[in-house]
């Protein structure tokens, strides 16, 4: 199940482990990725610091983290090929994953039917 944030970004949950990445709408705003900045493993993140950078032919723009946590994986196949996550922004686009910091950070992100009616 995807969690979502105000500002376009998705997490999912595997244990103590969060996937991060941008949404279907932020993708399609931005238009096609020629660009994409990941933060390296061990980065610890705050709520909502940026945490990476996603730039397209219209505008770069930043990939806030939506939890707090510390950087333990991030996805190689996006940095050699950026239009992944157009194609696929909720699969083979993620972006990085966090370990956990606090866990009750998690009830203020929305969920799909939530964050579908902030951008309608």
């Known amino acids: 199940m995807l969690k979502f944030t105000p500002d376009h970004e998705w997490l999912r949950l595997d244990g103590e ?3 991060v990445g941008i949404t279907n709408f932020a993708q399609d705003k931005l238009g096609d990725l020629v660009f994409v900045e ?3 493993v061990g980065t610890k993140l705050k709520k909502g610091a940026a945490a990476a950078t996603v ?3 219209k505008a770069a ?3 806030y983290a939506p939890i707090s946590g510390e950087v333990v994986e991030v996805n190689p196949k996006v ?3 950026p239009a992944l996550v157009n194609s696929a ?3 083979e686009g993620w972006l990085f994953k966090l370990k956990i910091a ?3 950070e998690l009830g203020a992100l929305l969920d799909e039917a939530a964050y579908d009616a902030t951008i309608t």
């Open 102 to 104: 606090d866990a009750s």
């Open 38 to 40: 990941l933060p390296s």
């Open 89 to 91: 922004p909720t699969g």
């Open 55 to 57: 730039e397209s032919v």
């Open 79 to 81: 940095s050699s090929d």
């Open 17 to 19: 482990v969060a996937t």
């Open 61 to 63: 723009s930043d990939v």
